[in-house]
């Protein structure tokens, strides 16, 4: 409110200074012109003294001398004035900036958050209390949580908004709703543009956000809160546990959350608009609303009528060839092409010739023509864009003018027309002893074609959101105002009117109206019922998958924290869409539906004729599927919960439930871990990469090359461990690359984990027995995985049944007690750790014999000077 109320006194007192400036300067300007009309006999001057008016009157000079004096007096005044109107005009410039960036960026965004609170504050089961509660013990958290909710609301709209105006036809949305455009002078627009439009655009936004709040956000929450349906989403019921102070932690996940959201709108705005086209698809096929909100494009043309340009040839046909012929070939064009020239307007010709094409008679079997396309999209029967129509002058020679009101488009909406000249055999009338002679008539028609609309284009296209790539014309976005057309809107077909046109007599255009209001009011409730739905399972899914995940995870409920589970849920949905997108995108060539398509897919296998590719797929699957997910679970739960090693309350349901328990747990942790190594998560350059707003690190193959990044620094090693060593000869070094060349790594795509999921996959989707690779997916992948499970699970298992003869344990009665699980825990950190050194083996070495010489130079070569020892008896040079 200071701010504010600083900025409207900045305001204030510049305009007051520019209209006392403006009005000095007027009345100086003013009183110069009076002094100019009395000719040098204005007030004198008090240090001049003037005697004789004559002589005073002749001097030119001495008149210019003093005129130049008064406008140097009042620019002295004017002075002070321009400068403190100079700077509070800076001033003003900064508070309007200052203020609209104010307005747009944080008050905008917290009002809404607040009305997002407001509206949904009876599903959380709190009350405005609670909020200013909340508010009083963190005032920044409080400002910041509403913000970041505001701002979320208004990118999801505004992305949506552009989304839908892509989708739908150009006609609905492209000339209401501007398009994003890029603003290389933000400062500068904010500047030109003045309060009132800018106060108009705010409003209209404010307007805009409510209606959609009142709408997708106020009326569900009512809903859902008056049937009890709040209580069995998680997202209303969250679980928060503060980890560190809550005035750091909140505002640390909010800033987070805001960027994830950020990226993820940038990554995915495009598929939101592929979602609402294929909605808007589905839905108007069942509403026939296909042809009326959807661009399509001109598949081919129909024939629907021909009409003559002379009135006089409209009824040549039944006309007779006499000796008056001259009558018969008058030059009138026909009144219906008289009333299309007479008009400038191109919806007013397209009724036009809606009318006429209404009275003539179809033709019973229909003529189709594919025509051809320009170079700027439209699709067109003729390659000239106008015909030339002649004037009604009786005089030969001037019936062909160029006066552009002859000229006549060859595309009006859904019409094209078509020039064709018709020869007609006519016939003179029969003379006694004069024999009959046909007579050829050329008569020139007009064909009208109409267009056939094909299936819908889809959009929005790739790129349209690019600001730096031009306009729509290079976009292929929908146009704005003079933007010249892309391509794909040139080829677009012309919209079918919601209103039918056929539909004359008022109960007829009744009865069309109503059954188009029905039609929309569905359209729109189920819309809003799939907003609703998405939207409440986009907030919820992801909470019921992280809790289950940390379910498996054996996390309390004390320590759960929702945000982690959100993410969590949020990674597997990401990973099942992947994977659903992947398997999409390999059938897309397939024509049938998904039932079709399975049994096409099934009477694909064949079986192979060597056994060795069925017994590693199978080995693969069982290893990958239950072996090593059992390990890894059984680890886990003995780590975090003790192992079990009382059988004397036995019960069958418990431990298979237990089982399958642990078999979830290392289903999650194994596939997780694999899905982390495949995006090179665990390496430095996936961070770098981010921090840095590069693409995806996995498409350097270089760093992922088996044969390249790891055989590299393997040789490199080699190298250095054969100049420290000095003693390790060339056929070792050759046996220990080669050697090294097995050795993969297991980060990214070509890693091992890479290169078996490939095999998978390609096996999997199209049955290619080729390439199941058993090195790939066996020796390089999943048998040192079961390998390093085995190990961290068998062992630390059996070493801890055995402890209490072992003496490791206190006594019996404390098997199941924490005694043990600490025990198990120690064993399976010194097998981890054990595992870890063994495979680290070849690096400690050379670290070791670096060490060595590193000490041994130390002692012995330090401050010593080393001769060459020459025998006796033998010259050195």
């Given at each position: 409110l200071g701010y504010s109320s600083f900025a409207c006194f900045i305001f204030f007192t510049t305009e007051v200074v520019a209209l006392l400036t403006r009005s000095r300067n007027s009345s100086n300007k003013q009183g110069i012109r009076e002094n100019d009309r009395r000719n040098g006999r204005a007030n004198e001057p008090d240090f001049i003294p003037i005697e004789d008016e004559h002589i005073f009157n002749r001097n030119d000079g001495i008149r210019r001398?003093?005129?130049?004096?008064?406008?140097?007096?009042?620019?002295?005044?004017?002075?002070?004035?321009?400068?403190?109107?100079?700077?509070?005009?800076?001033?003003?410039?900064?508070?309007?900036?200052?203020?609209?960036?104010?307005?747009?960026?944080?008050?905008?965004?917290?009002?809404?958050?607040?009305?997002?609170?407001?509206?949904?504050?009876?599903?959380?089961?709190?009350?405005?209390?609670d909020r200013f509660m909340f508010a009083g013990d963190d005032l920044f958290g409080f400002i910041f949580l509403h913000w970041v909710a505001g701002i979320t609301f208004m990118l999801l709209v505004t992305v949506s908004v552009l989304q839908l105006r892509e989708v739908a036809h150009p006609d609905i949305l492209a000339g209401v709703i501007r398009p994003q455009e890029p603003q290389p002078d933000l400062l500068g627009n904010l500047l030109q543009e003045s309060g009132l439009t800018h106060a108009k655009r705010i409003l209209l936004s404010l307007g805009i956000y409510a209606a959609l709040l009142t709408i997708h956000i106020w009326i569900p929450s009512k809903l859902l809160a008056s049937f009890n349906v709040g209580r069995l989403l998680p997202f209303f019921h969250p679980k928060l546990r503060n980890f560190i102070m809550p005035q750091i932690q909140v505002p640390l996940e909010l800033f987070i959350f805001h960027l994830c959201m950020l990226g993820f709108l940038e990554k995915y705005k495009n598929n939101i608009g592929g979602m609402q086209h294929h909605w808007l698809v589905l839905v108007g096929n069942l509403l026939g609303l296909v042809d009326k909100i959807l661009p399509r494009e001109v598949e081919k043309f129909v024939l629907v009528g021909t009409l003559p340009v002379y009135a006089a040839d409209e009824h040549r046909g039944d006309i007779s060839i006499n000796k008056d012929i001259g009558k018969i070939g008058s030059h009138d064009l026909d009144p219906f092409w008289d009333e299309i020239l007479s008009s400038t307007n191109s919806s007013k010709r397209e009724d036009t010739i809606r009318l006429k094409v209404r009275s003539l008679e179809m033709p019973a079997s229909p003529t189709f023509s594919e025509g051809s396309s320009l170079g700027d999209g439209r699709k067109v029967l003729s390659s000239h864009r106008f015909m030339r129509f002649p004037t009604t002058s009786t005089d030969v020679s001037k019936q062909w003018s160029t006066s552009k009101s002859n000229l006549l488009p060859t595309c009006i909406g859904p019409y094209r027309l078509k020039q064709r000249i018709s020869k007609r055999i006519f016939w003179n009338t029969p003379i006694p002893g004069i024999k009959p002679r046909p007579r050829i008539i050329s008569i020139p028609l007009i064909e009208i074609w109409k267009e056939v609309p094909g299936k819908p284009i889809p959009r929005p296209p790739e790129g349209w959101d690019d600001l730096g790539a031009g306009g729509a014309e290079s976009q292929g976005r929908w146009a704005w105002g003079d933007e010249r057309l892309s391509n794909v809107e040139s080829s677009v077909a012309v919209r079918t009117p919601f209103i039918d046109e056929y539909a004359t007599g008022p109960l007829l255009k009744t009865r069309v109206i109503a059954e188009l209001v029905a039609k929309m009011a569905v359209?729109?409730?189920?819309?809003?019922?799939?907003?609703?739905?998405?939207?409440?399972?986009?907030?919820?899914?992801?909470?019921?998958?992280?809790?289950?995940?940390?379910?498996?995870?054996?996390?309390?409920?004390?320590?759960?924290?929702?945000?982690?589970?959100?993410?969590?849920?949020?990674?597997?949905?990401?990973?099942?869409?992947?994977?659903?997108?992947?398997?999409?995108?390999?059938?897309?060539?397939?024509?049938?539906?998904?039932?079709?398509?399975?049994?096409?897919?099934?009477?694909?296998?064949?079986?192979?004729?060597?056994?060795?590719?069925?017994?590693?797929?199978?080995?693969?699957?069982?290893?990958?599927?239950?072996?090593?997910p059992l390990l890894l679970g059984c680890t886990y739960g003995n780590f975090f919960a003790g192992p079990r090693v009382s059988w004397k309350?036995?019960?069958?349901?418990?431990?298979?439930?237990?089982?399958?328990?642990?078999?979830?747990?290392?289903?999650?942790?194994?596939?997780?871990?694999?899905?982390?190594?495949?995006?090179?998560?665990?390496?430095?350059?996936?961070?770098?990469?981010?921090?840095?707003?590069?693409?995806?690190?996995?498409?350097?193959?270089?760093?992922?090359?088996?044969?390249?990044?790891?055989?590299?620094?393997?040789?490199?090693?080699?190298?250095?461990?054969?100049?420290?060593?000095?003693?390790?000869?060339?056929?070792?070094?050759?046996?220990?690359?080669?050697?090294d060349k097995a050795n993969f790594g297991w980060q990214g795509k070509n890693g091992a984990i890479g290169l078996s999921f490939k095999a998978v996959c390609n096996f999997f989707t199209s049955w290619e027995w080729d390439k199941i690779d058993r090195k790939a997916m066996l020796d390089n992948c999943v048998f040192p995985i079961a390998k390093h499970l085995a190990m961290a699970c068998l062992i630390p298992s059996l070493l801890t049944?055995?402890?209490?003869?072992?003496?490791?344990?206190?006594?019996?009665?404390?098997?199941?007690?924490?005694?043990?699980?600490?025990?198990?825990?120690?064993?399976?950190?010194?097998?981890?750790?054990?595992?870890?050194?063994?495979?680290?083996?070849?690096?400690?070495?050379?670290?070791?014999?670096?060490?060595?010489?590193?000490?041994?130079?130390?002692?012995?070569?330090?401050?010593?000077?080393?001769?060459?020892?020459?025998?006796?008896?033998?010259?050195?040079?």
């Open positions: 001398h003093l005129r130049q004096l008064d406008v140097n007096r009042n620019e002295a005044r004017d002075t002070f004035g321009d400068a403190v109107l100079s700077f509070l005009e800076c001033a003003s410039a900064i508070a309007k900036v200052v203020m609209l960036l104010f307005i747009k960026m944080l008050f905008l965004p917290l009002l809404l958050g607040i009305w997002l609170d407001i509206a949904t504050i009876s599903l959380f089961e709190k009350t405005i209390h359209l729109l409730l189920i819309s809003w019922l799939a907003i609703t739905v998405a939207l409440c399972a986009a907030m919820n899914v992801p909470l019921y998958i992280g809790h289950f995940a940390m379910y498996l995870l054996r996390v309390h409920d004390e320590y759960s924290h929702d945000p982690i589970s959100f993410a969590v849920g949020a990674g597997f949905i990401g990973a099942f869409f992947g994977i659903v997108n992947k398997l999409h995108s390999v059938s897309t060539n397939c024509e049938n539906n998904i039932v079709d398509a399975a049994r096409d897919w099934l009477n694909l296998l064949q079986p192979h004729h060597s056994r060795e590719k069925l017994r590693t797929i199978v080995t693969f699957v069982i290893l990958w599927t239950f072996i090593c309350n036995w019960k069958w349901s418990y431990e298979m439930q237990n089982l399958l328990l642990q078999w979830g747990t290392g289903m999650l942790l194994l596939n997780s871990w694999a899905a982390l190594c495949y995006f090179r998560v665990f390496t430095k350059e996936f961070w770098v990469a981010i921090a840095m707003g590069e693409g995806n690190v996995n498409d350097n193959n270089n760093q992922d090359n088996p044969v390249g990044a790891e055989i590299r620094r393997m040789a490199e090693v080699n190298n250095l461990r054969g100049n420290a060593a000095g003693h390790v000869n060339d056929a070792q070094r050759r046996n220990n690359e080669s050697d049944l055995l402890s209490p003869s072992t003496g490791l344990t206190p006594s019996q009665d404390l098997m199941d007690g924490p005694s043990m699980r600490a025990t198990f825990r120690v064993l399976a950190v010194t097998s981890v750790f054990m595992q870890l050194l063994h495979s680290k083996r070849d690096g400690l070495g050379h670290w070791y014999e670096a060490a060595h010489k590193i000490a041994r130079d130390d002692q012995y070569l330090i401050g010593e000077i080393l001769l060459n020892h020459t025998p006796t008896g033998t010259q050195t040079r």
